[in-house]
T-cell receptor, first 115, second 111 residues
């Protein structure tokens, strides 16, 4: 069955610490990959996406993610987090043959950054 | 900027009531989606639509129905609300080659 797994349910970091959030997927065929972020009280918004090409993708606010096909992974990274990065982060996947089609989401990772 | 709007941010309904959640997008997107978001479960797809009057079941369609009479509007209907449908409901839209844009969500409480 198609699924997305995020390893950490809740991560607590101090400001300036480095961040890595794990995401693994199980999906037959070639995929598109996404990270969405939901800041407190705000709507879900796109952080970054991978459709094809360079497996290292850069997003907004200094975030990046690396697609490792052999590991079915798309981990999110940031070298130095800020208090304003406190949010919930969701990894998602869909098929390239169905662009614009339905997404499969992970369970979400809540990130708390202590000032 | 793409805008996806939802009719209510907060809604409180009683068990057995019929509930309508409305979603409107202003970018002429073909595809629209309804998800529910629950802690620890992420987002789960309820229904989606690829065109006017077309609908397809998602992963958890039981207890829900949808309507898409116009391209810009996608409605989610709870025929007889139950307490286990208390949740955050998110609408999204997209077009081919793009990512999904989400609305602000409707937090529904069924008492």
């Amino acid at each position: 069955a198609q699924s997305v797994s995020q390893h950490n349910h809740h991560v607590i970091l101090s400001e300036a610490a480095s961040l890595e959030l794990g995401c693994n997927y199980s999906y037959g065929g070639t995929v598109n990959l996404f990270w969405y972020v939901q800041y407190p009280g705000q709507h879900l918004q796109l952080l970054l996406k991978y459709f094809s090409g360079d497996p290292l993708v850069k997003g907004i606010k200094g975030f990046e993610a690396e697609f490792i096909k052999s590991k079915f992974s798309f981990n999110l990274r940031k070298p130095s987090v800020q208090w304003s990065d406190t949010a919930e982060y969701f990894c998602a996947v869909n098929s390239i043959y169905n662009q614009g089609g339905k997404l499969i989401f992970g369970q979400g990772t809540e990130l708390s950054v202590k000032p | 900027d793409v805008k996806v709007t939802q009719s209510s941010r907060y809604l409180v309904k009683r068990t057995g009531e019929k509930v309508f959640l409305e979603c409107v997008q202003d970018m002429d997107h073909e595809n629209m989606f309804w998800y529910r978001q629950d802690p620890g479960l992420g987002l789960r797809l309820i229904y989606f639509s690829y065109d006017v009057k077309m609908k397809e079941k998602g992963d958890i369609p039981e207890g829900y129905s949808v309507s898409r009479e116009k391209k810009e509007r996608f409605s989610l209907i709870l025929e007889s609300a139950s307490t286990n449908q208390t949740s955050m409901y998110l609408c999204a839209s997209t077009t081919r080659g793009r990512f999904q844009y989400f609305g602000p969500g409707t937090r529904l409480t069924v008492t």
